[in-house]
Nanobody
Framework: QVQVVESGGGSVQAGGSLKLSCAAS???????MGWYRQAPGKERELVSI???????SYADSVKGRFTISQGNAKNTLYLQMNSLKTEDTAVYYC??????????????WGRGTQVTVSS
């Protein structure tokens, strides 16, 4: 089972910055990880991912403002969010797709962390 924990959400004014952190644990070796978000009344959407081979991708809405990166510790992930907009307000979730001893270990989801951007 893959356990995922996020941290770092909060409230900020438009134009401000926040940094989210995520850590995956359990019987895992390597993980591809990503950030998703869900705003009230909307479906969960992909924000950014970091694949097993280090490839990154971003939703068009956050390109140039958000940066995903791997932490120094294995299976940790950050999301640096700059120039935040009110429309970035959402619950942000971290997901980790992991393997273990050459087999698929599963996907874990964090409980989410609230990001609120005010005008």
């Amino acid at each position: 089972q893959v356990q995922v924990v996020e941290s770092g959400g909060g409230s900020v004014q438009a134009g401000g910055s926040l940094k989210l952190s995520c850590a995956a644990s359990g019987y895992i070796d390597s993980c591809g990880m990503g950030w998703y978000r869900q705003a009230p009344g909307k479906e969960r959407e992909l924000v950014s991912i970091l694949t097993f081979d280090g490839t990154t991708s971003y939703a068009d809405s956050v390109k140039g403002r958000f940066t995903i990166s791997q932490g120094n510790a294995k299976n940790t992930l950050y999301l640096q969010m700059n120039s935040l907009k009110t429309e970035d307000t959402a619950v942000y979730y971290c997901a980790a797709d992991c393997d273990y001893e050459g087999s698929w270990a599963g996907r874990g989801w964090g409980r989410g962390t609230q990001v609120t951007v005010s005008s």
